[in-house]
């Protein structure tokens, strides 16, 4: 049977070579120092995990939840989160729906908006998502570079003025995944006032944004804009925030016409999150300020021995500002592939090529500090120690 048109549109996946590689070398009982996949491996907090057994005991959360748009527990949950963490005002009646995860907002919001034929702004690179739901809506994706020299922030004026006036969607993703990028207030307003000349919807996918290294980066909302929820919808997880990616709990802020949009668009699909997920959610976010840091401070260690690691190799790279992810340039010479699978090859050492996030992440290599098994800078030491013994060097 042939497979729909829309599957058929996907590239294949790219990560194969490397992925067959990884097999083989397990096969062979050589376990790779796995920087790849950007999955947590600390445990969901406690307190987390106590209060989902105690709703899941409670016989209320095992309906459906016929709200549509998530428990009243929850949605205050998160709109006192937004006063607390970046001093802005959601209403929970109508400004914020929870969701499945930010990946299921992201994949709704897109059903939502776009036609075929639409054209959707969406940075290069960046997680496969945004271009792959911009194809299945028969939808164009038009590439926004993000490079090194300017911050890893995509550069409006580049955009040809044709394709911003066909434009009806902006992707953003800050903090960036993969580059480590933070977005300053400043280029939020810069974006809110370009979708509004332009009339666009922004999608700003804040996956990470509790992932950072210093006060003075804590990332901000693009709500924090005045204006901005007439043209923004802003998408979290409590996926990175809590170490809950299994969980498959999150939400979108924006303005009501937005969300609205992206409800009922889910609400066709899916039937909305376990309400006794919500519920633990909901305590998560109460306790985020006794949390948060620990789980900041752990990726600190990391990021830190790593980039010392990668120093010490002769490699040009600044620490990033947040996000659990180190973007490396390649050594001359390579291409992302080529170098990741050297890396893997002789030194044992599994990174994701650049490439593999668009044509712009060519020349880069993406680390993750989500690290399995014992004692992560032991590995990461080895990880570096192996380069070096592989003959990498800058
Ligand atoms: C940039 C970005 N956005 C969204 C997601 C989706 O995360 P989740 O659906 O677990 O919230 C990911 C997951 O890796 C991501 O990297």
């Given at each position: 049977m042939e497979q729909a048109q829309r599957l058929q549109r996907i590239p294949p996946y790219p990560f194969r070579e490397i992925a067959a590689l990884k097999a083989k070398m397990i096969a062979e009982g050589k376990e790779p120092i796995d920087f790849?996949?950007?999955?947590?491996?600390m445990p969901t907090p406690q307190f987390v995990i106590d209060a989902l057994c105690e709703a899941a005991n409670?016989?209320?959360?095992?309906?459906?939840?016929?709200s549509g748009f998530g428990t009243d527990r929850y949605k205050d949950a998160i709109a006192e989160f937004a006063k607390r963490r970046f001093g802005i005002t959601v209403d929970p009646s109508g400004e914020i729906q929870s969701t499945i995860g930010g990946k299921e907002a992201l994949v709704h919001t897109v059903w939502a908006y776009i036609d075929p034929s639409d054209v959707v702004l969406v940075p290069d690179?960046?997680?496969s998502v945004y271009k792959v739901q911009t194809s299945w809506c028969g939808g164009a994706a038009f590439p926004m570079p993000l490079r090194a020299e300017n911050d890893?922030?995509?550069?409006?004026?580049?955009?040809?003025q044709a394709v911003r006036k066909q434009a009806k969607m902006l992707f953003l993703n800050y903090?960036?995944?993969?580059?480590g990028g933070v977005a300053p207030l400043e280029f939020f307003e810069e974006a809110v006032a370009f979708a509004r000349k332009y009339e666009m919807v922004i999608v700003q996918?804040?996956?990470?944004?509790?992932?950072?290294?210093?006060a003075a980066d804590r990332p901000h909302s693009?709500?924090?804009?005045?204006?901005?929820k007439d043209v923004a919808i802003e998408i979290h997880s409590l996926s990175k925030t809590f170490n809950?990616?299994?969980?498959?709990v999150g939400w979108a802020w924006g303005g009501g016409d937005h969300v609205e949009a992206l409800s009922r668009a889910k609400s066709n699909v899916d039937s909305g999150t376990f309400m006794a997920i919500q519920r633990a959610a909901a305590v998560g976010l109460e306790n985020y300020d006794a949390f948060a840091p620990q789980m900041q401070a752990e990726y600190l260690r990391r990021r830190d021995a790593l980039i010392a690691g990668l120093q010490s190799l002769g490699c040009p790279i600044e620490a990033p500002?947040?996000?659990?992810y180190v973007w490396v340039p390649v050594p001359e010479g390579y291409t992302s592939e080529g170098f990741a699978t050297k890396l893997l090859g002789d030194c044992q050492v599994l990174a994701i090529p650049g490439a593999v996030y668009g044509?712009?992440?060519?020349?880069f290599v993406r680390m993750s500090?989500?690290?399995?098994?014992?004692d992560k800078l032991a590995q990461i030491d080895q990880a570096i120690s192996n380069m070096r013994d592989g003959g990498v060097a800058w």
């Amino acid at each position: 049977m042939e497979q729909a048109q829309r599957l058929q549109r996907i590239p294949p996946y790219p990560f194969r070579e490397i992925a067959a590689l990884k097999a083989k070398m397990i096969a062979e009982g050589k376990e790779p120092i796995d920087f790849g996949i950007g999955d947590p491996d600390m445990p969901t907090p406690q307190f987390v995990i106590d209060a989902l057994c105690e709703a899941a005991n409670d016989p209320e959360t095992h309906p459906y939840d016929e709200s549509g748009f998530g428990t009243d527990r929850y949605k205050d949950a998160i709109a006192e989160f937004a006063k607390r963490r970046f001093g802005i005002t959601v209403d929970p009646s109508g400004e914020i729906q929870s969701t499945i995860g930010g990946k299921e907002a992201l994949v709704h919001t897109v059903w939502a908006y776009i036609d075929p034929s639409d054209v959707v702004l969406v940075p290069d690179p960046a997680y496969s998502v945004y271009k792959v739901q911009t194809s299945w809506c028969g939808g164009a994706a038009f590439p926004m570079p993000l490079r090194a020299e300017n911050d890893f922030l995509p550069d409006f004026d580049a955009i040809p003025q044709a394709v911003r006036k066909q434009a009806k969607m902006l992707f953003l993703n800050y903090p960036n995944n993969p580059t480590g990028g933070v977005a300053p207030l400043e280029f939020f307003e810069e974006a809110v006032a370009f979708a509004r000349k332009y009339e666009m919807v922004i999608v700003q996918d804040a996956a990470y944004a509790e992932v950072y290294y210093d006060a003075a980066d804590r990332p901000h909302s693009i709500l924090e804009i005045a204006g901005a929820k007439d043209v923004a919808i802003e998408i979290h997880s409590l996926s990175k925030t809590f170490n809950m990616t299994g969980w498959r709990v999150g939400w979108a802020w924006g303005g009501g016409d937005h969300v609205e949009a992206l409800s009922r668009a889910k609400s066709n699909v899916d039937s909305g999150t376990f309400m006794a997920i919500q519920r633990a959610a909901a305590v998560g976010l109460e306790n985020y300020d006794a949390f948060a840091p620990q789980m900041q401070a752990e990726y600190l260690r990391r990021r830190d021995a790593l980039i010392a690691g990668l120093q010490s190799l002769g490699c040009p790279i600044e620490a990033p500002r947040a996000a659990f992810y180190v973007w490396v340039p390649v050594p001359e010479g390579y291409t992302s592939e080529g170098f990741a699978t050297k890396l893997l090859g002789d030194c044992q050492v599994l990174a994701i090529p650049g490439a593999v996030y668009g044509a712009a992440g060519e020349g880069f290599v993406r680390m993750s500090l989500t690290i399995k098994g014992a004692d992560k800078l032991a590995q990461i030491d080895q990880a570096i120690s192996n380069m070096r013994d592989g003959g990498v060097a800058w």
